[in-house]
């Protein structure tokens, strides 16, 4: 993993952290634009396809430098290599499921992680009867086994996909082996350091939210 100079630190703390949300989106568009031939675009055109104004493109760009030229927009393959280097797409990241319930093995089988850059290389578990088992050529280890896991295989990123009853001790262990990048699965906002950035998928919570305009007329 390449190391960062201090100065690139100074930048990651003034990025607001809902433009740093919205970068891959960004990477997402760029990539659909480039494989349909689509070489320059501006910030209008931009917009339009991210739903964003021109507006707010500009400004989430500017954090990170000047792009494209006034009156000609962005040429689509260097603003896309651009942003697949602020985000660390064009390295490779190594990451670990803990637990290997239905879904984790879900999380195990999906073949979208490796295209950008994220490698599934480790599955931790402590039931003694998922342990030696292979989940898409990945075997379960068991959770005793995370130090040694994290240090072999330079575990970068972790995915936890446990009951939540046990998640804080999971993500606590996973903080402690050094892990600083967490994805979490469970209903449940873990409590972290300073420096280890979690971020929490909870669909139900997403589908109680589109419930309210259903229940009002929206």
């Not at 260097?78 to 602020?86: A, D, F, G, K, R």
């Not at 073949?111 to 292979?134: K, M, R, S, Y």
């Not at 001790?169 to 892990?179: A, M, Q």
Request: aromatic share 6%; proline share 6%.
């Amino acid at each position: 993993m390449a190391h960062s100079s201090p100065e690139h630190w100074d930048q990651v703390a003034t990025v607001p952290e809902v433009v740093v949300t919205r970068l891959p989106q960004y990477v997402r568009v760029l990539k659909e634009l480039a494989a349909q031939g689509v070489q320059v675009a501006n910030s209008q055109q931009l917009g339009e396809h991210l739903q964003v104004t021109p507006a707010q493109i500009r400004k989430d760009l500017s954090y990170f430098g000047r792009f494209g030229k006034q009156g000609r927009g962005y040429h689509i393959g260097t603003l896309l290599e651009e942003l697949q280097h602020i985000l660390g797409l064009n390295e490779q990241w190594n990451v670990a499921v803990v637990g290997v319930g239905r879904l984790g093995k879900a999380i195990l089988s999906y073949p979208g992680f490796t295209p950008d850059g994220f490698h599934i290389v480790a599955a931790l578990d402590n039931n003694p009867e998922l342990i030696g088992q292979e989940v898409e050529g990945v075997a379960v280890r068991p959770m005793e086994d995370l130090p040694g896991v994290v240090q072999q295989h330079n575990i970068q990123i972790a995915v936890v996909a446990v009951p939540s009853r046990f998640t804080q001790t999971v993500i606590d262990n996973l903080v402690e082996c050094g892990v600083r990048a967490i994805l979490n699965y469970a209903p449940i906002s873990p409590q972290v350091p300073t420096g280890v950035n979690v971020r929490n998928i909870d669909p139900v919570l997403s589908l109680q939210s589109m419930t309210y305009f259903l229940a009002n007329g929206g």
